[in-house]
């Protein structure tokens, strides 16, 4: 147990890696778990566990935070890691264990609940976009504070089709009515992706480009338009320090 320099023991998180990137992406930028440290705060005591290989961290309440990553696997898929993993998640919500769920993990999060997460109509949703904060935000513990609209890195090809019974809605934008959701006072789950630097979206739309194309996507639009989504990685902060005010 790591304790700082006033001898207080330090949050400890667990870190769920549901899967891991493109191999190119990943020998240029580390994989998703190093991408949540980069954002998360060092003053954490982190552990990462692979819950696509079957690891699940003790108990829920063993944590003082919970954050869980994106995955290219397919929560309507219900693979059993995923639905083991669903069923803990389910027990940290109902400690309060503050969790954050991004991507796969937001989708998990709702689908663990009881909301239902499978393909979107419109198909895929990739690059920076604008994400829309509604009234509930300005109130909520880990999104007060935020811009009404700022641009956020995206990519996707399912979503929460409906949101767990309860959840309170967040964030939205044009294509993706359910951007971002609380349920109880400290489980969020979010569809973009605050881990991603600029520089890992592009890279991952020059690796999506011929797809984006045979779907009718213009790949070099979406490339020209990304750009730096400072409040959207911001979260990842707020949840560090969010999680450290509640050890206090």
Same mark, same amino acid.
């Given at each position: 147990?790591?304790?700082?320099?006033?001898?207080?023991?330090?949050?400890?998180?667990?870190?769920?890696?549901?899967?891991?990137?493109?191999?190119?992406?990943?020998?240029?930028?580390?994989? *998703?778990?190093?991408?949540?440290? /980069?954002?998360?705060?060092?003053?954490?005591?982190?552990?990462?566990?692979?819950?696509?290989?079957?690891?699940?961290?003790?108990?829920?309440?063993?944590?003082?935070?919970?954050?869980?990553?994106?995955?290219?696997?397919?929560?309507?898929?219900?693979?059993?890691?995923?639905?083991?993993?669903?069923?803990?998640?389910? /027990?940290?919500?109902?400690?309060?264990?503050?969790?954050?769920?991004?991507?796969?993990?937001?989708?998990?999060?709702?689908?663990?609940?009881?909301?239902?997460?499978?393909?979107?109509?419109?198909?895929?949703?990739?690059?920076?976009?604008?994400?829309?904060?509604?009234?509930?935000?300005?109130?909520?513990?880990?999104?007060?504070?935020?811009?009404?609209?700022?641009?956020?890195?995206?990519?996707?090809?399912?979503?929460?089709?409906?949101?767990?019974?309860?959840?309170?809605?967040?964030?939205?934008?044009?294509?993706?009515?359910?951007?971002?959701?609380?349920?109880?006072?400290?489980?969020?789950?979010?569809? *973009?992706?605050?881990?991603?630097?600029?520089?890992?979206?592009?890279?991952?739309?020059?690796?999506?480009?011929?797809?984006?194309?045979?779907?009718?996507?213009?790949?070099?639009?979406?490339?020209?338009?990304?750009?730096?989504?400072?409040?959207?990685?911001?979260?990842?902060?707020?949840?560090?320090?969010?999680?450290?005010?509640?050890?206090?």
């Amino acid at each position: 147990m790591q304790s700082n320099a006033s001898g207080i023991r330090k949050a400890r998180v667990v870190v769920l890696k549901t899967g891991s990137t493109y191999p190119d992406l990943k020998a240029r930028f580390g994989d *998703f778990d190093q991408w949540f440290l /980069r954002g998360l705060s060092d003053e954490l005591d982190i552990t990462v566990a692979n819950a696509e290989a079957g690891e699940l961290p003790g108990n829920p309440e063993d944590w003082d935070g919970i954050v869980v990553t994106g995955s290219p696997a397919m929560v309507s898929d219900r693979a059993e890691w995923s639905e083991n993993a669903g069923r803990w998640l389910v /027990r940290a919500v109902e400690s309060e264990v503050p969790v954050l769920g991004v991507c796969y993990g937001h989708q998990l999060l709702a689908h663990a609940l009881g909301g239902e997460a499978g393909y979107h109509p419109k198909g895929r949703e990739t690059g920076t976009h604008e994400v829309e904060l509604l009234p509930a935000a300005a109130s909520d513990a880990l999104f007060r504070d935020l811009p009404t609209r700022f641009p956020a890195q995206l990519t996707h090809r399912q979503s929460v089709l409906r949101l767990p019974e309860g959840a309170v809605l967040l964030g939205r934008n044009r294509f993706e009515p359910h951007q971002a959701f609380r349920v109880g006072p400290c489980a969020w789950g979010v569809q *973009f992706h605050p881990e991603f630097t600029d520089a890992v979206m592009s890279a991952y739309l020059r690796v999506q480009a011929p797809d984006l194309t045979r779907e009718g996507l213009d790949a070099e639009a979406l490339m020209s338009g990304v750009k730096p989504a400072p409040d959207a990685s911001s979260l990842l902060p707020r949840f560090s320090q969010l999680v450290k005010d509640r050890l206090r």
